[in-house]
Each structure stands twice: as C-alpha cells, then as structure tokens.
C-alpha cells in the first residue's frame, strides 16, 4: 500500500525566509502533484510532476522530483504571507486504468512579519 | 469554462440518516473521483467513476456509495450516518484518459452529522 509522509506539519517562517516542504513516498508513481488549501476552502492545483529531474516554478515556489529517490520538495523562496495555507502533496496510483491519489498529511505554513 | 460544482454546499444531517451530494465536472471530463477530507485522517479517496463505472474504490464501509450519469454527473450517498462521517466531501474531475492527468477539484461539500 501506497504511503505518503509530509514534513513538516507545520512551518512557521518570517516573511523574506526560505524553506523546503518534503514529500516521500513509498512505492514507485509516474505521477506527483502539490496542492495548496486555504482555510474552510478546496483544493488549488500547484505543480504536477510526471518525470525524474522534473522541476517547475510558479511564482516563490518550485517543486522538484526525484524518482529514485521517492522525494518531491516543495521550496519557498523570499516567504510573503500571501503564501500562507496549508499545501499537500499527492501521488497518484494505478490499477489497471483505475487511478486514485495518496495524500500526504499536509504542511501548514504560516507566514509571519 | 465552468469549473467542477458540488451541491449542497453545507449540510446538517443527524445520526442514522442518509445524505446525498452532488459534483458536476468540468465540461467534457469523464472521471469523477470523490475524496474525504476529516481532520484526524487527512485526505481519502472514497472512489472514482469514469463513463459511469466505478474504476477504483478506496477503504471505506459500504453505507458509502456511488454513481455517475451519462452526462458525468456524479452522485455520492452515505446511509445510517455516523458522527464520525462529518468531513468535507471533494470532488475532482479530469478527463480521465491516459495522459490527460490534471485533477480539478470542487469546493467541496461539508456535511455535519449530529
């Protein structure tokens, strides 16, 4: 069974600080994604990562892949408190054509000044 | 384009009753899953349909069930309700062909049983 650990749980950062969100994962997966949640809100779609090596950038975060090592990272760069929520990431699992997502516990993050 | 809706977006329900939610996808997407989020267990996925077959369940009791139509609407019921079925009900939908990999995610049901 498919397992994903997140950690931290909770980071709390001052405002122009960097830091890193790390996602392990127990079993080989094509695909990983990191979501971010705000309070009393749904899911917003981040980054999908499909291949080793794979990063991409959005704004103050970028998200990295390694495969082999069953590690994404989710790093902040320059915090501002608009960056504040909770983000998970996700990695996704096949049975034949069904698929589902596995869930990281999640990383709430606040951003101080 | 419309993104994915869930109906209703609160619900109160007692101890032994039975709910059912609603998620419409995204236009032209074909799979619906459908996921419990509690804050003692996290994220879960309950079950995924795509043209109107169940694909994939996860590890929940059979009082969770559900369905989809033929215009990908999906429905999920939860008989004789318990306390601890109080969660927010996510839906994602995506176009559910190999490849097409995006989920997109409603804004959720939340459902309170007392």
């Not at chain 1, 990191?34 to 998200?63: C, H, I, T």
Request: positive net charge; proline residues 3%; contains cysteine.
């Amino acid at each position: 069974e498919l397992k994903v650990e997140q950690n931290p749980l909770f980071l709390s950062m001052q405002e122009g600080k960097n830091y890193t969100i790390y996602c392990n994962y127990s079993t080989t997966s094509d695909r990983l994604y990191w979501y971010r949640q705000d309070p009393g809100k749904s899911l917003e779609s981040l980054f999908v990562l499909l291949s080793n090596g794979a990063v991409k950038q959005e704004g103050r975060l970028m998200a990295s892949l390694d495969t082999k090592a069953r590690l994404s990272t989710l790093h902040i760069t320059a915090a501002v408190h608009d960056l504040s929520a909770t983000y998970f990431c996700a990695v996704a699992s096949h049975t034949g054509t069904a698929s589902k997502l596995t869930f990281g516990t999640g990383t709430r993050l606040q951003v101080t000044l | 384009k419309a993104g994915v809706t869930q109906t209703p977006r609160y619900l109160i329900k007692t101890r032994g009753q039975q709910v059912t939610l609603s998620c419409s996808p995204i236009s032209g997407h074909r799979s619906v899953s459908w996921y419990q989020q509690t804050p003692g267990q996290g994220l879960q996925f309950l079950f995924e349909y795509f043209s109107e077959t169940q694909r994939n369940k996860g590890n929940f009791p059979g009082r969770f069930s559900g369905r989809q139509f033929s215009n990908s609407r999906s429905e999920m019921n939860v008989s004789t309700l318990e306390l601890g079925d109080s969660a927010l009900y996510l839906c994602a939908s995506s176009l559910g062909t190999s490849g097409r990999i995006e989920q997109y995610f409603g804004p959720g049901t939340r459902l309170t049983v007392t």
